[in-house]
C-alpha cells in the first residue's frame, strides 16, 4: 500500500480520475463512494477496471458514467459474492505487497506457530497449523485490489471463516473479529461481523494449490475478496471476537475501515 515506492501510472493522475469519476456518478453512489473512503481502490472494486494502464482509465471512466444506483448491489451490499474467474485468469506472478521489501517479511515456522483464539468464543483453545489444515476446504480464483490502483487475480484455498467461527462457537453478535499479525511493527486489521461471515471470506491455507508462500502470509492469511487488499491480513497469529473497535495498521493513518462491501 503507502510505501515509499509508489506505482506511477503512466499518463494518469490519480486524484483526478477519482473525482472525474465521483462527478459522473449518480447521487447515492456518490455519497455511499465518499462516505467509504473515495479511494482509487474502491473506484476498482466499482467498475472491476484496473487502472495500471491508461486504456483502463479510460475504460473505467466509460464505466462510472454508465452507472446507476443499482451497482451498490455490488459495492455497498454486504451479502454480494465478489466475481470468480477461470484458472486462465491468474496473474503471474502475482504481485507482493507490505510495508517492507519480501526479504523482511515474517519468516514463521510453521511447527511451533498456533493460531490463538479469543474473546466472545466458547472455545479459547489454540490451533496448530495441522489441525487447521484438517478442516473441509474450498477454492477461489478471486480479484484482490489494493487502494493504491493495483488489482491481480489469484487463486487461494483454505476454510470459510464462517465454519470456523462456529466450530469455535462464536458469538456472532458480536460487531467484530480483530486479527494480528506477526509482522514485526505490526500489523492488525478489524473485519466487521457481516463480512467475517461472508460466504467467501476464507481462512487461507494455500496459493494456487500450494502451501501459501511466505510472500503472501504463510501460515495462514485471511482472504477478503469482497475488501481491498489490505482488509486481507497476512501472517495471522491471532483472531479476537469482540464488540470493540481495536482499530488497524491502515485503518489508524485514515483508511476506511469500511472499504469494500
Ligand atoms: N500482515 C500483513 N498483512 C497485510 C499487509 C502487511 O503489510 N502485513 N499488507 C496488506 C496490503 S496493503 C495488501 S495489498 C495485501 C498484499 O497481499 P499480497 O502480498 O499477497 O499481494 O496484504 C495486506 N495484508
Ligand atoms: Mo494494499
Known sequence: MLRKRRFLVPGVDKRLLVKDAVKVMPD???????????????????????????????????????????????MFNPNAMAPTFPESAITKPFPFNGY???????????????????GLVENKNSWTLDELYKLPQVNQITRHICVEGWSAIGSWTGTPLRDFLKLIGADTRAKYVWFQCADKD???SPLDMESALHPQTQMTFKFG????????????????PTKLGFKNPKYVVSMEVTNDYKGGYWEDQGYNSFSGS
Do not use: H
Request: net charge negative.
Open 28 to 74: 447515492l453512489t456518490r455519497r455511499r463512494f465518499i462516505t467509504a473512503g473515495a479511494s482509487l481502490g474502491a473506484l476498482t472494486l466499482l467498475t472491476g477496471c484496473d487502472v495500471l494502464d491508461s486504456d483502463s482509465a479510460d475504460a473505467m471512466l466509460a464505466r462510472v458514467s454508465k452507472f446507476n444506483d443499482a451497482v451498490q448491489s455490488w
Open 186 to 188: 505490526g500489523y492488525n
Open 209 to 224: 494449490n500450494e502451501i501459501l508462500p511466505r510472500a503472501y502470509g504463510f501460515p495462514m492469511k485471511i482472504r477478503v
Open 100 to 118: 517492507y521489501d519480501v526479504d523482511d517479511a515474517p519468516d514463521i515456522d510453521g511447527k511451533d506457530w498456533k493460531l490463538e483464539v479469543r
